[in-house]
């Protein structure tokens, strides 16, 4: 198994910026990809953003693109995600997720197989 633990959310103004960390331990060897996604009250699990783990190939969601930015330190097992230009609709609880397949289905939450308890981001406007 592998453990995912996410931090760095919190209350911020829209237009500003966040990062957001997560720690995989446990099992990381074989994780394949690591992804964002987030889900606000009330609405469905969205994907955010992933990154292959091998390759560092970096996939985003049309409404973040050109405003996150996903990375990974494969030394610390750790994920990153940088939001600038915050939005009020970018408020939500926001989730690391671990996937062990090879496929590229990363925009699609059942591609991971191990999930973080989540963070909260509140956007203020």
């Known amino acids: 198994q592998v453990q995912l633990v996410e931090s760095g959310g919190g209350l911020v103004q829209a237009g500003g910026s966040m990062r957001l960390s997560c720690v995989a331990s446990?099992?990381?060897?074989?994780?394949?990809?690591m992804g964002w996604f987030r889900q606000a009250p009330g609405k469905e699990r969205e994907f955010v953003a992933a990154?292959?783990?091998?390759?560092?190939?970096?996939y985003y969601a049309d409404s973040v693109k050109g405003r996150f930015t996903i990375s990974r330190d494969n030394a610390k097992n750790t994920v990153y995600l940088q939001m600038n230009s915050l939005k009020p609709e970018g408020t939500a609880v926001y989730y690391c997720?671990?996937?062990?397949?090879?496929?590229?289905?990363?925009?699609?939450?059942?591609?991971?197989?191990?999930w973080g308890k989540g963070t909260q981001v509140t956007v203020s406007s």
């Open positions: 990154i292959n783990w091998s390759g560092g190939n970096t």
């Open positions: 446990g099992r990381t060897l074989g994780i394949n990809a």
């Open positions: 997720g671990a996937g062990y397949s090879s496929g590229q289905y990363y925009s699609n939450y059942q591609y991971y197989d191990y």
